[in-house]
Every structure is written in structure tokens, then in C-alpha cells.
């Protein structure tokens, strides 16, 4: 028998068009009754103590199996499994007549709250203590533990979302496609996706149908998975899938329209470390150095010697080529304590970014002059940016003390609706704009980036983000000044055609994804680019941004 073909339709990932077999990720595991014990508390804290023991064990052994990065992940997991005082917190609850997998799940759940009212850096790991207390709580009760199946052959994975401690496992020989019910194009799985250049599709409702073993054809690039697609469906995709491979590798040089509009194509890096693969993939300069790297794990801020010689690591990757550096974005998803305060109630919108370094400025100073004498000892054409910028007169600020060390390029990054509509002040004073689009779309819609509930609003598609991009690219086309993107948005290829027509002049993205914007931006001239922007900015939401994007771009 026959099997229909059934399209089910989410948030693509990149250009990736895969065929493969469907294997499910568990769902999470229900929340254990509030029912009393009935075995006696003796019995039930063996229970909890050997699940919690054995998990810690097991998140050890696969860490030692994973090696590098993954093992970190694995290892800081397995301590929250012995923390001695979420112990002792459990057997209080037994004592007190709970069963060990409520003990457990109350436990944790105590402890996760703790860690979201700290915000920022904290607050993300109490995703983490779910990921373990679900892994304790499916051992006492003798179910199989949720996370990424174990299979020797190929498979599409397809999950509700992917937690860090699932990725952290991923191995990306097995796993050909990324597919989740939830999450959004900011979400975890998204941001893995891009950055291992595999094919996803993100958010996809109607995925929820999907079986082990069924067989889809996964196109990120159509936006689509096509459940039993037909003989003919597959051979065509698979001469399709080709086609897209050969457009990417024929894609070399400089981004380049099919008209010779000329869009800089670069690279966004955190480390002298991450220049490398810049390099490798024909990036044009730097279009984003994130230099958090430098201060995250540190008391202190290092001294200008040890910055300078870090920057210079980079900068002498890039002889002739443009480098923009960013200075320190602290606070918020990037906490430091001795620049940002944990006692903010909503770190978001505290003193985050350029209002930390305002607030310390002899740290601004010291890693403006270090930039400053690297780019004086090696012949990268560096210029400087500060995030996070709200108002004309933090911009006069900055530029003023960039000016003050000897920085000839000096300027802001657009992330908060308030900047982009003053874009035209702006960009009177600063020498040039690169607009973040994972913060822009954050405090437009006002919904966290880091939190997956809301991820699906997290869309830099929505017409509300793009208009205040279009607000941003007519400043710089009236002051004729450059107008980056540097958030995810760029790595985006048809969103990257719109963003040209909006008016950015270059895009800057995880190396990765260079060859595919190059490609993309090829197919159509600038006239084109603005004509699809249009029709976008007159949508109503973000699914019907994508919808008559794509009505353009595939005729
Ligand atoms: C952004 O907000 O889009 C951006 C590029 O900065 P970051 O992701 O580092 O906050
Ligand atoms: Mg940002």
C-alpha cells in the first residue's frame, strides 16, 4: 500500500535538504502525583538516592564518551545530581510523606526557581535542573529517559525542543535534520542548526504527527517536510539538493548581486580562535568581534597588554580587510560581576551593554586604547562599535571617547527600538550602524531571548522588527553611511535579500552560513531586493512575511 504524501510546514534552518527516518525524541515525562507514599519513607529515599546516584554516574560516563566541550556540559549536570543539599532537601520531603519521585520533582523545582529569580547566566541553568530531574525521576520510575535516542544508522531527529544537555550529544554523523513542534528561529536548536550547517526546521505544530520510522524529506530551504514523499519527489529533491550544493560551492568572492550590487559578506567571530574558519570560508573581514570572550571567566578585566595582544591575534588574520569590534556587551544573557549587578530584578532591562561600561569607564578606556594600538600594529581596518545603544547622547559619548584614543571608525550597534528611530540623529554623529537583530526583535516584541515559551515570538520576520530596519537603512542611505546586520537574521538567506532591499549594506553571519547568503543574493538584483522588501513590510505578521517572500523568490 501506498502512503499519501502530507506537507507539514515550520520555520526552515538554513538551505540543508535531506531525506531519513523519523526517530522521536520522548516527550517530557508527566509530573509525578502529589499522592502520599505508600511504601514508607525508608524505601522511597533508597529509591531517590540510587536514581539520583546512577544519573550522575551515567551524565559522567556519556561526558567521558563525548569528550571536549560536551564532557563540561555533562559534568557540571552530574553535579547537580549530587548536590548534597538538594539531597537533603529530598529526604525532608520523604520524611514528610512524599514519594521519591515527587520528592524529587519539588526538589528540583526549588532549586530552579532559586536560579531564574537570580536572571541572567542563573537563570538559564534552571532549564538544566529540569533535564536532570527528569532523568532521576524516569529512573525511579523505570521508563526510558527523555534526550536524543541512541541508533547506530542515520536518522531525522525530531523533538518538541532541544535542550543544551541534548545538543551537547548530538552526533552529527547520525543525526541528518533537525525537526521541533516548538521553539522559534532564535531558539537553541535553531542557533545549533546554523552553526553545524545542518538542515532544521523549527516550530513546526503539524510535526507532531511524525512517527519513529516514518520517511520525510526535509528541505530547510522550502520551509517544508514532506511526510512519504513519493519515488518521484525524492529523485527530484536529491537533483534539487545537488543543485543547491554545486550554487554554494560555485559561489566565491565578494557578495555580489545578479546586477553587480555589491553587499560585504562577513564574518561574526568570538575568538582569534573562530577567525580561522572565517578565513576559511572566503568571509570579507569581520563584521562582528565579540570580545566578551576576553572578561567572562575572569575576577577582573584583563590588562590592556593582555586585550592587545588578543586583538592583534585577530586583527593580523585580516590584513586590508575591515574588522568591527564590539566592545564588552555585559549583563543580561552575558552577566559579569564585576561590571553588571546581580540585584537587578529584570537584568534585560538594566544596566546592560554600553550602560555598564558608562558606568566603568576606565574599563571602556582600557579596551578602547587596546584596540586602538592593535589595530596601530597590524593593517586589519579596524572599526569599533558599542552595544546595546538607546540614545543620541550615548552615541556622542561613545564616539567622543573612541575619538579621544585614536579610533578613526566609531560606531553603534541598533538593537532597541528607541535607536532605530532615531537612526537618522544617530548615524549624524557615528561614522556607521550594524543592526542586532536578535536583541532588535527581543524588546520589539518584548519577548526574553533566552526563554523557550516565547521563542516562537522571537522572529526577526515579523513586519514590526523590519519596519524599524527600513526606519535604520533610509538613514544610511540619506547620510551614505554603512548599515550592517550582525544578529541571526543575516545568516537568513532569503531574509538577507530582504534586508538588502530595507537598505543594509552588508551582513555579517557564523561562517558557515556565508556560502549560502553568497548564493542567494546572486539570484536577484538590488531592484528586486526592494521590491521584495516592500511586499514584506505590508504583511500582517511574520508567517505572511515568509509566505510572500517566498512567492517572490521561487517564481
Ligand atoms: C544581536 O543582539 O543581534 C547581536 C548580534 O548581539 P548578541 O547576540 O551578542 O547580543
Ligand atoms: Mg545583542
Given at each position: 500500500m501506498t502512503t499519501k504524501e502530507?506537507?507539514?510546514?515550520?520555520?526552515?534552518?538554513?538551505?540543508?535538504?535531506?531525506?531519513?527516518?523519523?526517530?522521536?525524541?520522548?516527550?517530557?515525562?508527566?509530573?509525578?502525583?502529589?499522592?502520599?507514599?505508600?511504601?514508607?519513607?525508608?524505601?522511597?529515599?533508597?529509591?531517590?538516592?540510587?536514581?539520583?546516584?546512577?544519573?550522575?554516574?551515567?551524565?559522567?560516563?556519556?561526558?567521558?564518551?563525548?569528550?571536549?566541550?560536551?564532557?563540561?556540559?555533562?559534568?557540571?549536570?552530574?553535579?547537580?545530581?549530587?548536590?548534597?543539599?538538594?539531597?537533603?532537601?529530598?529526604?525532608?520531603?520523604?520524611?514528610?510523606?512524599?514519594?521519591?519521585?515527587?520528592?524529587?520533582?519539588?526538589?528540583?523545582?526549588?532549586?530552579?526557581?532559586?536560579?531564574?529569580?537570580?536572571?541572567?547566566?542563573?537563570?538559564?541553568?534552571?532549564?538544566?535542573?529540569?533535564?536532570?530531574?527528569?532523568?532521576?525521576?524516569?529512573?525511579?520510575?523505570?521508563?526510558?529517559?527523555?534526550?536524543?535516542?541512541?541508533?547506530?544508522?542515520?536518522f531525522v531527529l525530531v523533538a518538541r525542543d532541544l535542550a543544551p544537555a541534548d545538543t551537547a550529544l548530538l552526533n552529527f554523523d547520525i543525526v541528518r535534520a533537525l525537526v521541533t513542534t516548538d521553539g522559534g528561529p532564535t531558539s537553541h536548536t535553531a542557533i545549533l542548526a546554523r552553526e553545524k550547517g545542518l538542515p532544521a526546521i523549527v516550530g513546526a505544530k503539524s510535526a507532531e504527527v511524525l512517527v519513529d520510522g516514518d520517511v520525510v524529506l526535509v528541505d530547510a530551504g522550502k520551509n517544508e517536510i514532506v511526510l512519504h514523499p513519493s519515488a518521484v519527489r525524492i529523485e527530484e529533491a536529491l537533483i534539487e539538493a545537488e543543485a543547491r550544493k554545486a550554487a554554494r560551492a560555485g559561489a566565491t568572492g565578494p557578495g555580489r548581486m545578479a546586477d553587480g550590487h555589491e553587499v560585504a559578506l562577513l564574518a561574526n567571530v568570538g575568538s582569534s580562535k573562530s577567525a580561522s574558519a572565517a578565513v576559511e570560508a572566503h568571509a570579507e573581514g569581520i563584521g562582528l568581534f565579540r570580545t566578551e570572550f576576553l572578561f567572562l571567566d575572569n575576577d577582573t578585566a584583563p590588562s590592556v597588554d593582555t586585550q592587545q595582544a588578543e586583538y592583534a591575534a585577530v586583527f593580523e588574520q585580516f590584513p586590508g580587510q575591515k574588522v568591527v569590534v564590539r566592545v564588552l556587551d555585559a549583563g543580561a544573557d552575558k552577566p559579569l560581576p564585576f561590571l553588571t549587578d546581580d540585584g537587578e530584578e529584570n537584568p534585560a532591562l538594566g544596566r546592560r551593554g554600553i550602560r555598564a561600561l558608562f558606568a566603568h569607564s576606565e574599563i571602556l578606556r582600557d579596551?578602547?586604547?587596546?584596540?586602538?594600538?592593535?589595530?596601530?600594529?597590524?593593517?586589519?581596518?579596524?572599526?569599533?562599535?558599542?552595544?546595546?545603544?538607546?540614545?543620541?547622547?550615548?552615541?556622542?559619548?561613545?564616539?567622543?571617547?573612541?575619538?579621544?584614543?585614536?579610533?578613526?571608525?566609531?560606531?553603534?550597534?541598533?538593537?532597541?527600538?528607541?535607536?532605530?528611530?532615531?537612526?537618522?540623529?544617530?548615524?549624524?554623529?557615528?561614522?556607521?550602524?550594524?543592526?542586532?537583530?536578535?536583541?532588535?526583535?527581543?524588546?520589539?516584541?518584548?519577548?526574553?531571548?533566552?526563554?523557550?515559551?516565547?521563542?516562537?515570538?522571537?522572529?526577526?520576520?515579523?513586519?514590526?522588527?523590519?519596519?524599524?530596519?527600513?526606519?535604520?537603512?533610509?538613514?544610511?542611505?540619506?547620510?551614505?553611511?554603512?548599515?550592517?546586520?550582525?544578529?541571526?537574521?543575516?545568516?537568513?538567506?532569503?531574509?538577507a535579500v530582504v534586508l538588502i532591499g530595507l537598505g543594509v549594506t552588508s551582513l555579517s553571519m557564523s561562517p558557515i552560513a556565508l556560502a549560502d547568503v553568497r548564493a542567494e543574493i546572486s539570484r536577484f538584483t538590488l531592484a528586486e531586493a526592494r521590491e521584495l522588501a516592500e511586499r514584506v513590510l505590508s504583511s500582517r505578521n511574520a508567517a505572511d512575511a515568509r509566505i510572500a517572500a517566498s512567492a517572490v523568490l521561487t517564481q
Amino acid at each position: 500500500m501506498t502512503t499519501k504524501e502530507r506537507i507539514l510546514t515550520g520555520i526552515g534552518v538554513g538551505r540543508g535538504l535531506v531525506v531519513g527516518d523519523v526517530r522521536r525524541m520522548p516527550d517530557p515525562l508527566p509530573e509525578p502525583p502529589q499522592t502520599n507514599s505508600t511504601l514508607g519513607a525508608d524505601a522511597e529515599l533508597g529509591r531517590a538516592t540510587v536514581a539520583l546516584s546512577e544519573t550522575a554516574e551515567d551524565l559522567r560516563d556519556r561526558g567521558r564518551q563525548a569528550g571536549g566541550l560536551a564532557k563540561d556540559v555533562l559534568d557540571a549536570l552530574a553535579l547537580m545530581a549530587d548536590d548534597q543539599m538538594l539531597h537533603a532537601d529530598v529526604k525532608n520531603r520523604i520524611d514528610r510523606g512524599a514519594t521519591a519521585e515527587r520528592a524529587v520533582f519539588d526538589a528540583f523545582a526549588g532549586f530552579a526557581s532559586i536560579l531564574e529569580a537570580a536572571g541572567g547566566y542563573m537563570a538559564e541553568r534552571a532549564g538544566d535542573l529540569g533535564d536532570v530531574a527528569n532523568r532521576v525521576i524516569a529512573r525511579i520510575m523505570g521508563v526510558a529517559a527523555p534526550g536524543v535516542p541512541q541508533s547506530t544508522t542515520p536518522f531525522v531527529l525530531v523533538a518538541r525542543d532541544l535542550a543544551p544537555a541534548d545538543t551537547a550529544l548530538l552526533n552529527f554523523d547520525i543525526v541528518r535534520a533537525l525537526v521541533t513542534t516548538d521553539g522559534g528561529p532564535t531558539s537553541h536548536t535553531a542557533i545549533l542548526a546554523r552553526e553545524k550547517g545542518l538542515p532544521a526546521i523549527v516550530g513546526a505544530k503539524s510535526a507532531e504527527v511524525l512517527v519513529d520510522g516514518d520517511v520525510v524529506l526535509v528541505d530547510a530551504g522550502k520551509n517544508e517536510i514532506v511526510l512519504h514523499p513519493s519515488a518521484v519527489r525524492i529523485e527530484e529533491a536529491l537533483i534539487e539538493a545537488e543543485a543547491r550544493k554545486a550554487a554554494r560551492a560555485g559561489a566565491t568572492g565578494p557578495g555580489r548581486m545578479a546586477d553587480g550590487h555589491e553587499v560585504a559578506l562577513l564574518a561574526n567571530v568570538g575568538s582569534s580562535k573562530s577567525a580561522s574558519a572565517a578565513v576559511e570560508a572566503h568571509a570579507e573581514g569581520i563584521g562582528l568581534f565579540r570580545t566578551e570572550f576576553l572578561f567572562l571567566d575572569n575576577d577582573t578585566a584583563p590588562s590592556v597588554d593582555t586585550q592587545q595582544a588578543e586583538y592583534a591575534a585577530v586583527f593580523e588574520q585580516f590584513p586590508g580587510q575591515k574588522v568591527v569590534v564590539r566592545v564588552l556587551d555585559a549583563g543580561a544573557d552575558k552577566p559579569l560581576p564585576f561590571l553588571t549587578d546581580d540585584g537587578e530584578e529584570n537584568p534585560a532591562l538594566g544596566r546592560r551593554g554600553i550602560r555598564a561600561l558608562f558606568a566603568h569607564s576606565e574599563i571602556l578606556r582600557d579596551q578602547l586604547t587596546a584596540i586602538a594600538q592593535a589595530a596601530a600594529a597590524t593593517r586589519a581596518d579596524v572599526w569599533v562599535m558599542a552595544p546595546m545603544i538607546a540614545t543620541v547622547d550615548e552615541t556622542e559619548e561613545f564616539v567622543a571617547l573612541c575619538r579621544e584614543v585614536g579610533i578613526a571608525k566609531a560606531g553603534v550597534m541598533i538593537e532597541v527600538p528607541s535607536s532605530a528611530l532615531l537612526a537618522h540623529h544617530i548615524l549624524e554623529i557615528a561614522d556607521f550602524v550594524s543592526i542586532g537583530t536578535n536583541d532588535l526583535t527581543q524588546y520589539t516584541v518584548a519577548a526574553d531571548r533566552l526563554l523557550g515559551t516565547v521563542a516562537d515570538l522571537q522572529d526577526p520576520w515579523n513586519p514590526a522588527v523590519l519596519r524599524l530596519i527600513r526606519e535604520v537603512g533610509r538613514a544610511g542611505e540619506v547620510t551614505h553611511k554603512s548599515v550592517g546586520v550582525c544578529g541571526e537574521a543575516a545568516a537568513d538567506p532569503t531574509l538577507a535579500v530582504v534586508l538588502i532591499g530595507l537598505g543594509v549594506t552588508s551582513l555579517s553571519m557564523s561562517p558557515i552560513a556565508l556560502a549560502d547568503v553568497r548564493a542567494e543574493i546572486s539570484r536577484f538584483t538590488l531592484a528586486e531586493a526592494r521590491e521584495l522588501a516592500e511586499r514584506v513590510l505590508s504583511s500582517r505578521n511574520a508567517a505572511d512575511a515568509r509566505i510572500a517572500a517566498s512567492a517572490v523568490l521561487t517564481q
